[in-house]
């Protein structure tokens, strides 16, 4: 059985970073796409960044300059850099893997908090 594992979260003053992590076990079928999505309590779960074999990454309007999504594909991890992060960021961070075939692998969530 596939899970994804995440890791990297936590408490952050405005403006520092964190990194987040998230590796595959079980040995997934072929990863075609990796990507974080977030929700914020009351809203909608959101993209954040996904990143395709080939492609350019695509990250959403609100973390554009800020944050960096990137892949070891040969480990099944992606990563994601967050850079300047406001108050607006808070939320739970989930990892996704969107295989060849079948449905797409979550990670459990990891929580980021950024306050003073």
């Known amino acids: 059985q596939v899970q994804l594992v995440e890791s990297g979260g936590g408490l952050v003053q405005p403006g520092g970073s964190l990194r987040l992590s998230c590796a595959a076990s079980?040995?997934?079928?072929?990863?075609?796409?990796m990507g974080w999505y977030r929700q914020a309590p009351g809203k909608q779960r959101e993209l954040v960044a996904r990143?395709?074999?080939?492609?350019?990454?695509v990250y959403g309007d609100s973390v554009k300059g800020r944050f960096t999504i990137s892949s070891d594909n040969a480990k099944n991890t992606v990563y994601l850099q967050m850079d300047g992060l406001k108050a607006e960021d808070t939320a739970v961070y989930y990892c996704?893997?969107?295989?060849?075939?079948?449905?797409?692998?979550w990670g459990q969530g990891t929580q980021v908090t950024v306050s003073s």
């Open positions: 079980g040995s997934p079928l072929s990863i075609i796409a």
């Open positions: 990143i395709t074999s080939g492609d350019n990454p």
């Open positions: 996704n893997m969107l295989p060849l075939l079948g449905a797409a692998y």
